[in-house]
């Protein structure tokens, strides 16, 4: 079975500063990985996925993120944020093998300051 | 090209009914997810179907069962509601294919209330 961690549930950062929201995950079998935001009231985004290929992953709104397979990480980088960044972000994998299902991390809250 | 539309927005019910939440699919996606999302936590995959057919299931009771339709629509229907299954319920629209998941694009959501 598949399972995500997201080790920091709420994560302040002041606007115009840099972020790294932590996932680390856990799966017997190859997996493809994601990040969603989730703005208040609202369903959930795509931000970027890694399916294969270079382990650096760029998304919307200046996102990015690296797939580590020897730390079983997918970290989520911006290197400048700005208030709209404020949500909820999840880090989700599914298995190569038979993707019917989408396993989530329990999200971290992003509060940007001004 | 229309996005993945939920309804209803809100819902009450009380325990022990029954209720249905309803999901149209995105244009040309043939498959539809289902999620359940408590209070301050990540998604929990309730079901996924497949050109009508149920393709996966998370760890959800039998009371929890759904329906897609030709046009590739969706419906969630839950038996006997308990206070637990207060949550927002998440649909997503994919095409599967190409050796790679497709994108899951999601719906707003029907927040559901049980009291």
């Known amino acids: 079975a598949q399972s995500v961690t997201q080790l920091d549930s709420q994560v302040p950062v002041f606007e115009e500063a840099p972020v790294e929201l932590r996932c680390n995950y856990s799966?017997?079998?190859?997996?493809?990985l994601f990040w969603y935001v989730q703005y208040p009231n609202q369903g959930l985004q795509l931000l970027l996925k890694?399916?294969?290929?270079?382990?650096l992953v760029k998304g919307i709104n200046g996102f990015e993120a690296e797939f580590n397979k020897s730390q079983t990480s997918f970290h989520l980088r911006k290197p400048s944020v700005h208030i709209s960044d404020t949500a909820e972000y999840f880090c989700?994998?599914?298995?190569?093998?038979?993707?019917?299902?989408?396993?989530f991390g329990p999200g971290t809250s992003l509060s940007v300051i001004p | 090209e229309t996005g993945v539309t939920q309804s209803p927005t809100h819902l009450i019910k009380t325990r022990g009914q029954q209720v249905t939440l309803r999901c149209s699919s995105q244009?040309?996606?043939?498959?539809v997810s289902w999620y359940q999302q408590a209070l301050g936590q990540g998604p929990q995959f309730i079901f996924q179907?497949?050109?009508?057919?149920?393709?996966g299931r998370g760890n959800f009771p039998p009371r929890f069962s759904g329906l897609q339709f030709p046009n590739y629509s969706s419906e969630l229907n839950v038996n006997a509601l308990e206070l637990d299954d207060s949550a927002l319920y998440l649909c997503?629209?994919?095409?599967?294919?190409?050796?790679?998941?497709?994108?899951?694009?999601f719906g707003p959501g029907t927040r559901l209330t049980v009291l």
């Open positions: 997503a629209s994919s095409k599967p294919g190409g050796g790679h998941p497709d994108t899951q694009y």
């Open positions: 799966s017997s079998v190859s997996v493809y």
């Open positions: 890694y399916l294969s290929g270079s382990t």
């Open positions: 989700a994998v599914t298995r190569k093998t038979s993707y019917d299902k989408v396993i």
């Open positions: 244009s040309g996606h043939n498959t």
């Open positions: 179907y497949y050109r009508e057919e149920e393709n």
